[in-house]
């Protein structure tokens, strides 16, 4: 993945979810990554739940991989 200036947003479409929307907040602090994972409102952007936070990884692909699983463990909880 090619980022190059940080914070970067990435969204993740939710199936089944018409006006809600997964955002990932990337940022780089030094040689590591964080990420903040919210579920966003998909016009106005606004925090509907704060998921969690990642930090400290060292590679971007892995904090994007696991804020994505952070996203899918929460929705399964939740819909449980």
């Given at each position: 993945?090619?980022?190059?200036e940080?914070?970067?947003?990435?969204?993740?479409?939710?199936?089944?979810?018409?006006?809600?929307?997964?955002?990932?907040?990337?940022?780089?602090?030094?040689?590591?990554?964080?990420?903040?994972?919210?579920?966003?409102?998909?016009?106005?952007?606004?925090?509907?739940?704060?998921?969690?936070?990642?930090?400290?990884?060292?590679?971007?692909?892995?904090?994007?991989?696991?804020?994505?699983?952070l996203?899918?463990?929460?929705?399964k909880?939740?819909?449980?």
């Amino acid at each position: 993945m090619q980022v190059r200036e940080f914070p970067a947003e990435f969204f993740v479409e939710l199936k089944g979810e018409e006006f809600l929307v997964g955002r990932l907040s990337v940022n780089k602090m030094h040689k590591n990554f964080w990420v903040e994972v919210d579920i966003v409102q998909k016009e106005s952007k606004k925090i509907w739940a704060h998921v969690g936070d990642i930090h400290n990884v060292p590679d971007l692909d892995e904090a994007t991989y696991q804020s994505v699983q952070l996203l899918s463990d929460y929705l399964k909880k939740f819909k449980s």
